[in-house]
């Protein structure tokens, strides 16, 4: 049941952002399905709402299957927890606390008191899964940051001359897409915005809550008014940060395209305090998706949460791009390795997805 109801709450993808993924599904005294319901924003109703209008008087005596635990305060809506009371819901099963401070502990203990039994912790770890970004950004006040890179056998992400098109084939690529609806915000360095000249959209067509954030970390300024980034900013929006020293006229010919160039002392250096700002306006998951200096910059900071790397049989050889730069591991040991890794296949591609070890090394 819990599975199910996790099913409905991924119905919400793309859709929830800055709030979470929630499915609900009301099972009756009989074992039969009376409500579901998932949350999405703009519907603003909660997945507990829904599924209990289904249900009307067959929620009496049921049992309330819930992916995150129902808030007991005043939000945007009613609290949910009155709502099951009220409905006569026997059993609440939940798989995790909600971290949200507003809500954390005191939803169940607000069921509890009112004579529901709660049941927590089951497929805890898929629930969590589920909600990865939300559960990071609430906890520790910045996105949940996930690399991802293309790259040869060799390990390269590029030729020597820079050129990157395309290393994978069309299945990763779409897979890329997907990614990128999952997440608010994408991110690339410089390097890649000039030499790739990249449009950095979620062109899945599927529907999602706000336009994906494009982000450019540019010290120097080097993101061209011509390019396809700049040429599209008044339709879907371009961050740039930079240094305070920035050239001036760069800065108006950018603006005058729809760009928004956020000068700061620590320029686009202090990854903490970037991602404090992307924080800030909302962004709950950030995809990272490179160059090789930015690639190394995440991994070397600890900020990285999840890699996926795709694969391709092919070899750049020689002088091509490594795929991180910087000083690298000096013993296989010290490496960061990832964890709890899932591979698939994209036609000829591989990917490999996993979370990385040194991460959340804050309590
Ligand atoms: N296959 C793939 O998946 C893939 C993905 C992306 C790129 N690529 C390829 O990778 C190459 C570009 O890689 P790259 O390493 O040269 O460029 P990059 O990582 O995209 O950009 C590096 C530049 O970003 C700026 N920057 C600003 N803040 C930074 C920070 N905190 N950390 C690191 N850099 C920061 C620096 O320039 P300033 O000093 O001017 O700010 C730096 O030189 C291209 O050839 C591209 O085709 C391949």
Not at 145 to 167: E, N, P, Q
Not at 270 to 290: A, K, M, N, T
Not at 328 to 349: F, I, N
């Amino acid at each position: 049941m819990i599975s199910r109801a996790l099913e409905l709450a991924a119905r919400g993808a793309g859709q929830v952002s800055p709030g979470p993924l929630v499915g609900c599904l009301i099972v009756g005294r009989g074992g039969e399905t009376v409500g579901e319901g998932f949350y999405i924003y703009e519907r603003v109703k909660h997945a507990e709402t829904l599924a209990l209008e289904q249900a009307g008087a067959r929620a009496r005596g049921a049992t309330a299957y819930v992916t995150l635990e129902p808030h007991a305060h005043t939000g945007r809506t009613p609290p949910c927890t009155e709502a099951l009371i009220r409905a006569g819901v026997a059993r609440v099963v939940a798989p995790i606390e909600d971290p949200n401070p507003l809500v954390s502990g005191r939803g169940f203990a607000r069921l509890r008191e009112a004579g529901i039994a709660v049941m927590v912790g089951v497929l805890e770890q898929e629930a969590a899964r589920l909600n990865e970004k939300y559960i990071h950004s609430l906890r520790h006040n910045r996105p949940f940051v996930h690399l991802k890179l293309a790259c040869s056998l060799d390990g390269r992400i590029a030729t020597r001359t820079g050129d990157a098109r395309w290393i994978t084939g069309e299945e990763s690529r779409a897979r890329v897409q997907r990614l990128r609806r999952e997440y608010d915000a994408v991110l690339v360095g410089s390097g890649t915005a000039t030499s790739d000249d990249p449009l950095l959209t979620d062109r899945t067509k599927l529907p999602r809550r706000r336009l994906l954030l494009r982000v450019v970390l540019d010290e120097r300024l080097r993101l061209a008014p011509d390019s396809q980034l700049a040429r599209t900013a008044h339709e879907s929006h371009v961050l740039v940060f930079t240094s305070e020293t920035a050239d001036a006229r760069q800065v108006a010919a950018l603006e005058a395209c729809g760009v928004e160039v956020l000068k700061a002392a620590s320029g686009a250096r202090d990854l903490v305090s970037v991602l404090e700002e992307l924080h800030r306006r909302e962004v709950q998951g950030l995809l990272v998706e490179g160059g090789a200096s930015v690639a190394g910059a995440f991994l070397r900071a600890g900020l990285v949460n999840k890699a996926s790397f795709f694969i391709a049989p092919v070899i750049l050889g020689g002088d091509a791009i490594g795929a991180v730069a910087g000083a690298g591991a000096l013993t296989v040991k010290e490496a960061a390795r990832l964890r709890d890794v899932e591979t698939a296949r994209h036609a000829e591609d591989v990917e490999i997805t996993g979370y990385l070890k040194a991460v959340n090394r804050e309590p």
